[in-house]
């Protein structure tokens, strides 16, 4: 019976070993594979990264080339509203009579030129006389 105990024994510390053996190999694969798995996460999201970048970049364009088309839209509809504005109120001033820029700069240039006339035959008639220089007497020395 003794030599049963001492078998027992032996299994249990050779199956004690092995466990052992079992845990250290576990540990040492996991190390492994955690290692690949690692790399293999860092290769996965430099390429999502990449193709991330890339439909941004598409996105973009594409909401900037929408945004400078509904800018250009708005300024050609705020120009013909303006032009539209101005026109209709030209057409109520001229309705009531009161003269355009183009007309009051015209009227402005025929009185300056009428002023001109007018002061011109305001100033008197000046003839030129010959006027005649008194005659100088030259001195004879005896």
């Known amino acids: 019976m003794a030599k049963k105990k001492v078998a027992l024994q032996d299994d249990v510390l050779e199956s004690?070993?092995?466990?052992?053996?079992?845990?250290?190999?576990a540990v040492?694969?996991?190390e492994e594979e955690g290692s690949k798995f690692f790399k293999?996460?860092?290769?996965?999201?430099e390429g999502f990264e990449r193709r991330s970048k890339k439909q941004l970049e598409k996105v973009q364009g594409s909401v900037e080339g929408q945004f400078e088309?509904?800018?250009e839209r708005a300024e050609t509809t705020f120009s013909k509203l303006g032009r539209?504005?101005?026109?209709k109120v030209a057409g109520a001033l001229q309705r009531l009579g009161v003269p355009s820029r183009m007309e009051i700069q015209k009227l402005t240039k025929r009185v300056e030129t009428l002023t001109?006339?007018?002061d011109q035959l305001k100033k008197p008639a000046?003839?030129?006389t010959a006027t005649r220089k008194p005659a100088t007497r030259t001195r004879k020395t005896a």
Not at 16 to 25: D, E, F, H, P, T
Not at 84 to 87: A, E, L, M, T
Request: proline share 0%.
């Open 16 to 25: 004690a070993q092995k466990i052992w053996l079992a845990g250290l190999g």
């Open 28 to 30: 040492a694969m996991a």
């Open 40 to 45: 293999n996460l860092v290769k996965k999201g």
């Open 69 to 71: 088309d509904v800018r």
């Open 84 to 87: 539209s504005f101005d026109d």
């Open 116 to 118: 001109q006339k007018v």
């Open 126 to 128: 000046t003839r030129k």
